[in-house]
């Protein structure tokens, strides 16, 4: 799939088929996580490849009741948990070196969005999960200190397509020099 179509093609799935996910394709989607940019190449990532039914099914119940992708956790044939290293991104000599302090979730939602753009030019499905007790599911993923689950993505082959999300148009948001200097016109 060539990569503008793949960016537009990647959507949330939170309804996928049991089909398994072939090793090569796995090992490329996991390459594309691996290959994200980091704040001075920290890499503040580990990722758990969830299979396990019993697993996921702990997993999901460390969702909010009222999270929209709890069927998608152990229905889902794989789910990426991302894992966050604390005080590594944005840190020099163990101090905090920037405004925002630990970059790891900026580092991380790069990685994750490359995994999820990747599974799409595979022509599979994602959803990024991250309204979850974190602690909880961290427990159930056997985390040690100085580690945090940031979120799940289920992965697999989509069982239906959702519907088209609408986007903001272009005038609303981007800027030429100044805020407030519309770059695109509103039509």
């Not at 990569?3 to 090569?24: C, G, H, L, N, W």
């Not at 119940?61 to 956790?73: C, H, V």
């Not at 991380?108 to 969005?113: Q, V």
């Amino acid at each position: 799939m060539e990569f503008y179509e793949t960016v537009r093609a990647r959507q949330s799935v939170r309804s996928f088929k049991p089909d398994p996910i072939p090793e090569d394709v796995l090992a490329r989607i996991v390459e594309a996580f691996r290959a994200a940019p980091s704040w001075a190449n920290t890499q503040p990532w580990e990722l758990i490849l969830v299979s396990d039914p019993e697993t996921k099914r702990k997993l999901q119940q460390t969702l909010s009741p009222r999270n929209p992708a709890t069927a998608a956790i152990a229905d889902a044939p794989v789910v990426a948990c991302a894992v966050g290293i604390t005080q590594r991104s944005g840190f020099y000599k163990g101090k905090a070196v920037t405004l925002r302090g630990d970059w790891m979730l900026f580092d991380l939602g790069i990685a994750t969005e490359h995994l999820a753009l990747a599974a799409a030019a595979e022509g599979l499905g994602t959803v990024h999960v991250a309204f979850i007790d974190s602690a909880k599911a961290g427990e159930v993923l056997g985390l040690g200190e100085g580690r945090t689950l940031v979120e799940l993505i289920p992965m697999g082959t989509p069982a239906q397509t959702p519907l088209r999300v609408d986007r903001k148009p272009l005038a609303e948001f981007v800027f030429r020099d100044k805020h407030g200097n519309r770059y695109f016109s509103q039509s």
